[in-house]
């Protein structure tokens, strides 16, 4: 792994360290996702030691070492010549020291580095210190840390929300200062960046600080909008949307998925624009059609953060969706079977279920639906057709609008259970639609 890579570049007569979020989880007891490695041997020495090498970022002096399942990433030491485009550098200046190599790094705490044998720790940054007294702080001047690199911001609010961690004054103020330039980095970084802060157990906490340091009104005013919407008490004794959406990202555990993450922030999305007072409708606050304005907001919000299709699709049924479970309970058993046929039908259960926790905190639809599919054996969820196409025609129908009428019949009967047999669904066509096959070939 890291340690062997680091092992044959000192074999070679080169420095080698850890450096970076490894040493930083190391530190607190975690276990790191990744491995980095700075070194003095330029991309080409590091690639000739090892010839499974990718180099995929050499240009920056980055080159990626797979081992074990773990993907090593080996950087030499080097400082950063301007930043004109708010996230790569324009040049890359290759230096001998660890020390030099540090300063053009994020945070303190990301600026340590370990040598992989002693578990020494090397600091020249303050890192030590900081993981000590829970602050996020930039390294030297904050202004320019974040003028080389504006997604450096949201990593801040990710890295305090993640650890529980404070921002450091000067850094805070200087994340408000540049809050706007956010928009200069691409949407697919900024959505990565968020889907990270949604799924690692710290949701809420990410969210608030987002909007405390301005960068929420850039990234998504949608959301920004939701605060002092007042919502009927009755149903939301919480509060307003923002404190509810809030209260379920709370909810929401590390490791969630990133759709049932986007779909909770996004649910209510059509709320703030749909708002009618008690006194503009006559009895209470209302939202009359939020969910197709919400579906129609989060459509645009996922293309402008270019999600995928799929991911895009699932995130909008969710939110299409969300308030058909108040129904469930009077539905008929074939749009039952319908509802819970819905792909990845958990997220759904799973962003109803926070939805309650999170206002009334009544679970009788939840519980409804969870009991449905415990006692509901999956071919009946999900029957195998009785007859198809070429069966209908063998019976004396002609292909036309009456066969999707008759195929959509069979299947409702067979959902509600009225049919279970190819027989019995042979005489149900029958005696449904040859009067109408007759008219349809008379005229």
Same mark, same amino acid.
């Not at 991911?311 to 939110?319: F, G, K, M, R, S």
């Not at 009225?418 to 005696?431: D, H, M």
């Given at each position: 792994m890291a340690n062997s890579i680091c092992d044959t570049l000192r074999r070679n007569g080169y420095q080698a360290l850890l450096v970076g979020g490894c040493v930083r989880d190391l530190l607190l007891g975690r276990e790191p996702a990744d491995y980095d490695v700075t070194t003095d041997a330029t991309p080409d020495q590091v690639a000739a030691l090892f010839p499974e090498s990718v180099a995929v970022g050499a240009q920056f002096g980055v080159i990626l070492i797979p081992r074990d399942e773990v993907k090593v990433e080996v950087a030499t030491f080097r400082s950063d010549a301007g930043y004109s485009d708010g996230r790569h550098p324009d040049s890359v200046v290759y230096s001998k020291t660890p020390q030099e190599d540090v300063q053009r790094r994020d945070f303190t705490i990301n600026g340590l580095l370990m040598r992989h044998d002693t578990g020494e720790v090397l600091d020249y940054v303050g890192g030590q210190a900081d993981l000590k007294a829970k602050i996020i702080r930039a390294i030297g001047v904050p202004d320019r840390r974040f003028k080389e690199d504006k997604l450096r911001m949201m990593r801040?609010?990710?890295?305090?929300?993640?650890?529980?961690?404070?921002?450091?004054?000067?850094?805070?103020?200087?994340? $408000?200062?540049?809050?706007?330039? =956010?928009?200069?980095? &691409?949407?697919?970084?900024?959505?990565?960046?968020?889907?990270?802060?949604?799924?690692?157990?710290?949701?809420?906490?990410a969210l608030e600080l987002l909007d405390e340091t301005g960068l929420l009104q850039q990234v998504l005013p949608e959301i920004g909008a939701m605060k002092g919407v007042e919502q009927p008490p009755q149903f939301h004794p919480e509060g307003d949307v923002w404190i509810h959406t809030r209260m379920m990202l709370e909810g929401l555990p590390a490791g969630a998925s990133p759709t049932l993450a986007w779909g909770i922030l996004l649910h209510d999305v059509g709320k703030p624009p749909t708002f009618q007072s008690a006194a503009e409708t006559g009895?209470?606050?209302?939202?009359?059609?939020?969910?197709?304005?919400?579906?129609?907001?989060?459509?645009?919000?996922?293309?402008?953060?270019?999600?995928?299709?799929?991911?895009?699709?699932? =995130?909008?049924?969710?939110?299409?969706?969300?308030?058909?479970?108040?129904?469930?309970?009077?539905? $008929?058993?074939s749009t039952l079977k319908k509802f819970v046929?819905?792909?990845?039908?958990?997220?759904?259960?799973?962003?109803?279920?926070?939805?309650?926790?999170?206002?009334? $905190?009544?679970?009788? &639809?939840?519980?409804?639906? $969870?009991?449905?599919?415990?006692?509901?054996?999956?071919?009946?969820?999900?029957?195998?057709?009785?007859?198809?196409?070429?069966?209908?025609?063998?019976?004396?129908?002609?292909?036309?609008?009456?066969? &999707?009428? =008759?195929?959509?019949?069979?299947?409702?009967?067979?959902?509600?259970?009225? =049919?279970?047999?190819?027989?019995?669904?042979?005489?149900?066509?029958? &005696?449904?639609?040859?009067?109408k096959e007759r008219k349809a070939s008379s005229t």
């Open positions: 801040a609010v990710r890295f305090a929300a993640r650890f529980g961690f404070e921002i450091e004054v000067e850094t805070f103020r200087a994340m $408000r200062r540049h809050a706007a330039e =956010i928009r200069q980095v &691409s949407p697919e970084r900024r959505r990565d960046e968020i889907t990270k802060m949604l799924t690692e157990g710290a949701a809420r906490q009895d209470r606050i209302r939202f009359n059609h939020h969910v197709e304005v919400g579906v129609r907001m989060a459509e645009a919000i996922c293309r402008r953060l270019r999600f995928s299709n799929e991911d895009t699709e699932q =995130i909008l049924a969710l939110v299409d969706n969300h308030m058909k479970f108040g129904a469930v309970e009077e539905m $008929r058993t046929r819905l792909p990845r039908f958990e997220e759904h259960l799973a962003l109803h279920r926070l939805d309650c926790l999170s206002s009334h $905190r009544n679970l009788d &639809s939840y519980e409804f639906v $969870r009991r449905f599919l415990e006692m509901t054996p999956p071919e009946q969820v999900r029957p195998e057709r009785l007859l198809n196409g070429d069966d209908l025609q063998e019976m004396g129908f002609q292909p036309g609008p009456l066969f &999707s009428q =008759i195929l959509q019949a069979l299947e409702e009967a067979q959902l509600e259970g009225q =049919i279970r047999t190819r027989e019995e669904a042979q005489t149900y066509v029958v &005696s449904r639609f040859a009067s």
